[in-house]
């Protein structure tokens, strides 16, 4: 039987264990090199995988599947980054019920990330896609850095379309 | 202004944030020369204080002092610790509403040597306080372990109880 869960339950856990993270990695088939993914996520150990399965069922979107696995155990995620599903069911969840602790200014800012690439904000121009990476990059602040080979090729490539734009201001 | 809190909003803090355990250190001036007091804890990083407040303020006990000082900054705890409190209160409140995670069975470990140590269990013989000592140890179980310095000095103590145990049954 999944646990049942109420939305002032979710509030409070998704103020201690949530995360709103913006994610870009290198994906050569795309237009600039780069593939940004809005991603909610909630960790959790692998004894309490029933709490990510009873997410998944509230919000009936997101997968649960592997985070990390070290020597500490198997940890798990609930994630939801389809931007339709965030657009309709996570940030609505989330205006409606406040976060309380400054976990909220982390939603507010994935909120104007998702609402934007919702509208194709990121698709229009090379100044807007990269004006979303940097709203990204604010929202990572109060999170850790990047793993260090992914953020390397990331951050060649952002170079790369920085350069583009000088040159090609109307791209 | 005080954040207002929800108790189903706490519940799900807690299942994240919260920790329930039974701190053993050495007090020369004690019967057994070691103090043992449950604690209950919750910690955040500076930015967010203002729960800490909020809590003390919902449950009207337990004090907000600083927890760890390190390179990543400054974090503070909510601690109640009266067994006074923790058995009118914190336990009562949780009985109520269920945690959903594991840390319920954590919960449930503290909840019976805050009861016992309600009743003076403890201080009824060496033998029930050996036995209170051993209930902290199993709770301990899914939490860090004790430091180096504090822990070996506690371990001291407790192999000469149980050496005055074997030799003094009745005590």
């Known amino acids: 039987m999944t646990t049942q869960l109420n939305a002032q339950w979710i509030v409070g856990f998704v103020d201690g264990e949530g995360s709103f993270g913006l994610d ?3 994906k050569n088939d795309m237009r600039w090199k780069l593939q940004m993914q809005p991603e909610f996520t909630v960790v959790q150990n692998e004894v309490d995988i029933q709490i990510l399965y009873a997410l998944k069922d509230y919000f009936k979107c997101g997968s649960v599947a592997i985070n990390r696995q070290d020597h500490y155990g198997t940890r798990y995620h609930y994630r939801v980054k389809s931007i339709k599903d965030l657009q309709k069911t996570i940030v609505p969840f989330f205006e409606k019920h406040r976060l309380k602790t400054k976990k909220r200014i982390e939603f507010q800012r994935f909120r104007r990330i998702v609402l934007l690439m919702h509208d194709e904000y ?3 121009s090379l100044q807007n896609f990269l004006e979303i990476v940097e709203k990204g990059v604010e929202l990572r602040e109060r999170s850790r850095p990047a793993k260090g080979q992914k953020r390397t090729k990331v951050e060649e490539q952002l170079q790369i379309l920085k350069a ?8």
């Open 164 to 171: 583009t734009l000088v040159d090609n201001p109307n791209l």
């Open 24 to 26: 870009v990695h290198v």
């Open 122 to 124: 990121h698709n229009k």
